[in-house]
């Protein structure tokens, strides 16, 4: 295979090249050095809910190996490097009534050493990992969980703003709330079909607006700052296209996905209309009449309006939607939705079931959001490509799906107008990739998570990944040559 060829000048000069992690995934140390339990750790030490019981108390030993991280994005020359932090480790029982030093240490040095190699930082606050302290107090069902988050927000920009300017608040609310308290097969691992899922989702929506507006009112003028939620979404076409009731799903289905959140945030400051009549009619049809089961936003609160001075999407996979509304079901939230989405014959499927490659869905999704969200500012936060069974460092498969995705975004740049300002590739290494433990792996470097060592090696795809940078470096820098001197010669 020939190394990924780009459009010429496709890219802006300042696009953002990164990878991203997440500290449950990578960290280990679960209980080094002070840190609290988080409700992943209880939740991987329970047993059975894991792809062979394992837990993330070790995975890739980043909170020790941080050094050799730091080479892999060396190698690599990002630009970018998207992390989040350990609540629990900064904060052992989530609240600043005591600060865990040997944390604040601990990303201090990452940020440091970024910043000297010149990577920007992107830090996510919040990606699943709660302090069990805080779950124990009622977690995400509790409305309390605003006030909690948002002093550690102002925390964590207080100590660690006047170097980290981009921010991400939540990670993926959708898939928190959805997987942990509707399907119970992410941590806190609660099945309250139909009920909790809006509740946290709309607790999620809360604790981000009141952090963000605490950076906006506090911070922002001194560090220059962008703060976001990020976003996980399909891209879905109607199964039918000729069916009036499939194409009414494809909406729907968006919108229970990415509406739900992007809708409150960049539209109106409140649920799309399709969830609120979907909610409302199942309401009616199930004789559901206990307290309101998607929440209201209320006036005496800051309103999610506005909240996100970008729009930073995780994308991963397609779906063909058939409408399911005159299908019998209890009360649920694919009940509520009532679109369910397939995939198609002729899509790849790469490692897990869930995940057909399908690149060119990205494009249409970026065309969408410009289109339904008022043309934000565009930071792919995650997109990558799984390899399961044995290890093949010559991952030529992961390598064209590289190369289609990059070739997709520069169409959406260059042809669809789309303002895209950055890719992170998931995931700088393989990690422990939840309930699927270390068997799924999405790494631009291989760490053999089975050995005493953690030894980090690239991947094919890693080493091309690395060429598209420098390709792209070299050649804006030439441009820019170029555009001086003919500035130069203008001038005399
Ligand atoms: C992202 O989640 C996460 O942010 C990241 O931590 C994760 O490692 C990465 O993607 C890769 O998964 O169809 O029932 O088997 C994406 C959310 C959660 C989507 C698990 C697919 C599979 C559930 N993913 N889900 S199922």
Known sequence: MSEIKLPVGAFPPDFAWGAATAA?????????????????????????????DQTGDVACNSYQLWDEDLKCIQQLGLTHYRLSFSWSRLLPDGTT??????????????????????????????????PQALENHGGWKSPDIADFFDSYARFCFETFGDRVKLWITVNEPYVCAKFGYEDGIFAPGLKEPGTSVYLVGHNMLRAHARAWHSYDANFRHLQGGKVSIALNSDWAVPLDPASPKDVEATAR????????????????????????????????????SKAPRLPKFLED????????????????????????????SELSFSGDQAAEG????????????????????????????????????????ENGFSQ????????????????????????????????????????????????????????????????????????????????VISNHLSLSLSLSHTHTESNLNKEV
């Not at 005591?98 to 990606?127: E, R």
């Not at 990415?258 to 109106?268: E, I, S």
Request: proline share 4%; glycine share 8%; aromatic share 16%.
């Open 301 to 328: 609160e800051p309103n999610p309006l506005g909240t996100a001075d970008f729009f930073a999407l995780n994308y991963y996979t397609s779906r063909k939607v058939k409408d399911t509304s005159s299908h019998r």
């Open 97 to 130: 009534n005591c600060v865990n030093p040997k944390g604040v240490m601990y990303y201090n040095k990452v940020i440091n050493d970024l910043i000297a190699n010149a990577v920007t930082p992107m830090v996510t606050l919040y990606h699943f990992d709660l």
């Open 24 to 52: 449950y995934q990578i960290e280990g140390g679960w209980n080094m050095d002070g840190k609290g339990p988080s409700i992943w750790d209880t939740f991987c030490h329970a047993k059975g809910k894991v792809y062979e």
């Open 253 to 288: 289905y968006m919108d229970f996905i990415l509406g739900w959140f992007a809708c409150p945030v960049f539209c109106t400051g409140d649920y799309p209309e399709t969830m609120k009549s979907r909610i409302e009619a199942r309401n009616l049809e199930l004789g559901f």
């Open 342 to 381: 397939v995939t198609d014959q002729s899509w790849p499927v790469c490692g897990v079931s869930w995940l057909a490659v399908v690149p060119e869905g990205l494009r249409k999704l970026l065309k969408y959001i410009k289109e339904t969200y008022n043309n934000p500012a565009i930071y792919i936060t």
């Open 388 to 467: 399961t069974g044995p290890v093949q460092l010559e991952d030529i498969d992961r390598c064209q799906f590289y190369q289609d995705t990059l070739q997709e975004i520069a169409k959406a740049l260059r042809e669809d107008g789309v303002d895209v300002r950055g890719y992170f590739a998931w995931s700088l290494l393989d990690n422990f990739e939840w309930t699927e433990g270390f068997s799924v792996r999405f790494g631009l470097f291989h760490v053999d998570c089975y050995s005493a060592e953690l030894k980090r090696s690239i991947y094919r795809s890693g080493r091309e990944y690395t060429a």
